[in-house]
């Protein structure tokens, strides 16, 4: 760790950041709120420019040093490849111009961009798992390079130990998100408004949003007074076909005027309170940061009992667990919430407290903030 006398001096340890993306999704949230937690290191961040992530960092006084961005076609193509020997190029350089002592990957694919200059230039690299499909061989090499691991739920943390990677270099850190001063739950319901359920996040087929759409269906074959939102677009332009099913589905399944179709946004404090009810369908979601966003906001959550939202939600206290893929329990769980006021309310604060207590920004950040100085000083 950094010696007293270094530390009184003002003498911080410098990190470097790699983010492959410009847009704002659940990695970038993090990313952000690391920079906002965290006090005692000199951040610069590898990633896209001209970009509102990119803005965002600036905002937040850490240098920006520009990256390619990543392309439309699989990491698996000859493009990924090219680019991923490009990436590492440029991630060298950079490594040498800011000269950090430890690179810290905010992504598998980061990681494998960052393998180049840490091995040859002798730098720490931290590699941070956010997904739980990834190719073995990729693993692997990451592993083999970064000096830890960090895994942000148990669930990846059994993904990585089962494609062969030393349990003991990898720590489990949760997600942690910025708990703000919100509405109490008990203003914001209005006598006889519409219950609102939403479902959050990106276009992928693993989101599995057609269940949120089913489900709701037979929702209101019984219970009239509800409105639904579908919040997310594809963001990454390399789902288009599951998009279009998508609007396909809601104009040929769905009421009219039943359901708003809204695009991704970086930011959804102002929706927050128009929301109710969380609806997360992802069955196998490596974490759910959207989850404990919700939470936070005094807004229910139905998820699917397996994986990330498991290891969030205590079932019918915190939030509701259901069968995965299952639109008939999952619709049923929806009209135990909307048909019960008073459980509800106390469902919502009880997911708010433990929220506070465990998945707090400022709580991830301390974690990964001693991780650095264990890291330096080994």
């Not at 003498?11 to 952000?32: D, H, M, P």
């Not at 090219?82 to 694919?109: D, E, F, G, M, W």
Request: aromatic share 6%; net charge positive.
């Amino acid at each position: 760790m950094l010696t007293h006398k270094q530390k009184s001096a003002g003498v911080k340890l410098k990190v470097l950041i790699v983010n492959l993306q410009g847009r704002i999704a659940g990695a970038e949230t993090s990313l952000l709120l690391l920079l906002e937690f965290i006090k005692n290191c000199r951040f610069t961040v590898a990633c896209p420019a001209g970009n509102k992530l990119a803005e965002k960092i600036a905002d937040l006084d850490c240098d920006v040093n520009q990256i390619s961005p990543p392309p439309a076609k699989s990491f698996r193509s000859l493009a990924g490849l090219l680019y991923l020997i490009r990436l590492n190029l440029q991630l060298t350089a950079i490594v040498l111009k800011t000269k950090p002592q430890i690179i810290h990957a905010n992504s598998t694919k980061a990681a494998l961009a960052s393998t180049m200059p840490a091995l040859l230039l002798r730098k720490k690299l931290i590699w941070h798992v956010r997904d739980l499909q990834r190719p073995t061989h990729a693993a692997k090499l990451c592993s083999l390079i970064s000096k830890k691991i960090i895994a942000v739920s148990k669930t990846v943390k059994k993904s990585l130990i089962e494609q062969g990677i030393n349990p003991s270099r990898i720590k489990i850190i949760y997600n942690g998100t910025n708990i703000k001063k919100t509405q109490p739950v008990t203003q914001r319901k209005i006598k006889n408004k519409k219950f609102v359920f939403a479902n959050i996040g990106q276009f992928v087929p693993w989101k599995k949003q057609p269940l949120f759409i089913d489900a709701a269906r037979l929702f209101l074959n019984k219970n009239k007074n509800a409105h639904f939102l579908l919040i997310g677009e594809d963001i990454y332009q390399r789902n288009g076909k599951y998009q279009k099913s998508l609007m396909q589905k809601i104009k040929k399944d769905f009421p009219s005027k039943k359901i708003t179709c809204l695009k991704w946004r970086d930011n959804l404090e102002k929706l927050w309170c128009r929301i109710d009810c969380l609806i997360h369908t992802a069955e196998n979601e490596p974490f759910g940061r959207v989850i404990i966003e919700a939470m936070a906001h005094n807004v229910i959550v139905i998820a699917a009992n397996n994986a990330g939202p498991a290891e969030i939600i205590k079932n019918n206290k915190h939030g509701l667990l259901v069968q995965p893929d299952n639109p008939e329990k999952l619709s049923l769980a929806m009209a135990k919430i909307a048909n019960n006021k008073q459980f509800a309310i106390k469902m919502a604060l009880a997911g708010k407290k433990h929220v506070l207590k465990k998945f707090s920004a400022k709580k991830t950040a301390e974690q990964i903030e001693n991780l650095y100085q264990i890291l330096f000083a080994n």
